[in-house]
């Protein structure tokens, strides 16, 4: 059973076009994260939420707008595409219920490619 | 605010032997977590090793281990007899304990071939 899944896991498309990515995690977990690795694989958080509220939204361009219909959801809709917005787009989930916190679980990434 | 510094972005070692990734980060914090995330060619992030700040013992999983020097805010992952299967990039990554969002803030990663 896959535990983080994100779709699609590549994507291409033509700058100005709106896209989204769709996260889901059947770990029960409470928090769920988009982040952006870029070309030279740094990894940066974008948003984050919390039963379903932003709690993390990071200096990222309004044209992201992240999506939480319920607490196992995380979607990532991006308008007018640009070519700088090609990266992978990781979604993860962790559990901050208890002091215990646990570690982040990653989706595989989508591959955002814009032409 | 955390940062989180890898210094080698390159690293090769010969299957069987040993290798260290060194990781420094900076923070005011007492209470935290650091992380080694592993990243193969799938892409696919891969927790490694995780350890708590107020735990002094070093965590260890199998032939992974780290040295966590609190005072010298330094958390290095040692790979004992590598595997062709360990090559893959390797991030350290920080996370707050207290007041937690659980948002993780990576370093640069570094780049481990192992070869046969």
């Known amino acids: 059973d896959t535990a983080v899944s994100q779709t699609p896991k590549y994507l291409v498309t033509q700058m100005g076009n709106d896209k989204s990515i769709k996260c889901e995690q059947n770990?029960?977990?409470?928090?769920m994260y988009w982040y952006k690795q870029d070309s030279k694989k740094f990894l940066k958080i974008m948003f984050s939420?919390?039963?379903?509220?932003?709690?993390i939204n990071e200096t990222v361009p309004n044209r992201f707008s992240p999506k939480s219909p319920d607490k196992a959801h995380l979607n990532l809709h991006i308008n007018s595409l640009e070519l700088g917005d090609s990266a992978v787009y990781f979604c993860?989930?962790?559990?901050?219920?208890?002091?215990?916190?646990?570690?982040?679980?990653f989706g595989q990434g989508t591959r955002l490619t814009v032409v | 605010a955390q940062t989180v510094t890898q210094s080698q972005p390159e690293m090769s070692v010969q299957e069987a032997e040993t290798v260290t990734l060194s990781c420094t980060y900076d923070?005011?914090?007492?209470?935290?977590?650091l992380f080694w995330y592993k990243q193969p060619p799938s892409r696919q992030m891969i927790l490694v090793i995780r350890?708590?700040?107020?735990?002094?013992q070093n965590a260890t999983e199998n032939r992974f281990s780290v040295n966590f020097q609190k005072a010298a805010k330094s958390f290095s992952l040692k790979i004992s007899d590598s595997q062709l299967g360990d090559t893959a990039m390797y991030f350290c990554?920080?996370?707050?304990?207290?007041?937690?969002?659980?948002?993780?803030?990576f370093g640069q990663g570094t780049t481990l071939q192992v070869k046969p």
């Open positions: 993860a989930s962790s559990s901050q219920v208890t002091s215990m916190n646990t570690e982040a679980f």
């Open positions: 770990l029960g977990h409470d928090t």
């Open positions: 939420y919390n039963n379903k509220e932003l709690i």
């Open positions: 350890q708590e700040a107020y735990k002094q």
């Open positions: 990554a920080f996370m707050k304990g207290s007041g937690n969002t659980g948002k993780l803030i």
């Open positions: 923070t005011s914090e007492n209470n935290y977590y």
